[in-house]
T-cell receptor, first 111, second 117 residues
């Protein structure tokens, strides 16, 4: 079982739709959480950090449930430009500090 | 520069040759990561540096791979006797010292696309 699991998708949605991505992590030593976005043949770019109380940035809302070891990302009013792969990332801080990436969920927003 | 810089951006090499990939992290970032991404695949962790030391090199695929970091800044990933399966994009990321709350976001360079022919 992978340490960070994501539904690979693809999620194919019309413009304006609301879409939710889920992510689970298995290591309780995970301390920090992020969502990254990766466009085709580009490097990953930070979308947002995920805080325990949940946080919002415009159309994007991230939630963290430490008890269930579950992270989510909600995108409202999807735009064509949101089409990308969304990567769930955890920072494990035990004997080793390591950023662990999920395999990503691909989103396709159609006109 | 303002961001993570990697060089070269593209490298084509013959099987069996050695290659060196360079990463120049964001100034002041003490944590540095190397990842590898094959076409259509996820990110594969290779090695992590905190300052000049590498507390976690568990992801290096074989003893043909090595990395070093000097002066707490530039890092070099070396692949000896390259094989075709080494072909991938090699990504470097840096962040502030891990363990500092709110400062652990990592920023990536544009990667080095390595092709072994």
């Amino acid at each position: 079982r992978k340490e960070v699991e994501q539904d690979p998708g693809p999620f194919n949605v019309p413009e304006g739709a609301t879409v939710a991505f889920n992510c689970t992590y298995s290591n309780s030593a995970s301390q920090s959480f992020f969502w990254y976005r990766q466009d085709c043949r580009k490097e990953p770019k930070l979308l947002m950090s995920v805080y325990s109380s949940g946080n919002e940035d415009g159309r994007f809302t991230a939630q963290l449930n430490r008890a269930s070891q579950y992270i989510s990302l909600l995108i409202r009013d999807s735009k064509l430009s949101d089409s990308a792969t969304y990567l769930c990332v955890v920072l494990r801080m035990d004997s080793s500090y390591k950023l662990i990436f999920g395999s990503g969920t691909r989103l396709l927003v159609r006109p | 520069g303002a961001g993570v810089s990697q060089s070269p951006s593209n490298k084509v090499t013959e099987k069996g040759k050695d290659v060196e990939l360079r990463c120049d992290p964001i100034s002041g970032h003490t944590a540095l990561y190397w990842y590898r991404q094959s076409l259509g695949q996820g990110l594969e962790f290779l090695i992590y540096f905190q300052g000049n030391s590498a507390p976690d090199k568990s992801g290096l695929p074989s003893d043909r791979f090595s990395a070093e970091r000097t002066g707490g800044s530039v890092s070099t990933l070396t692949i000896q006797r390259t094989q075709q399966e080494d072909s991938a994009v090699y990504l470097c990321a840096s962040s502030h010292r891990t363990g500092v709350t709110g400062n652990t976001e990592a920023f990536f360079g544009q990667g080095t696309r390595l092709t072994v022919v």
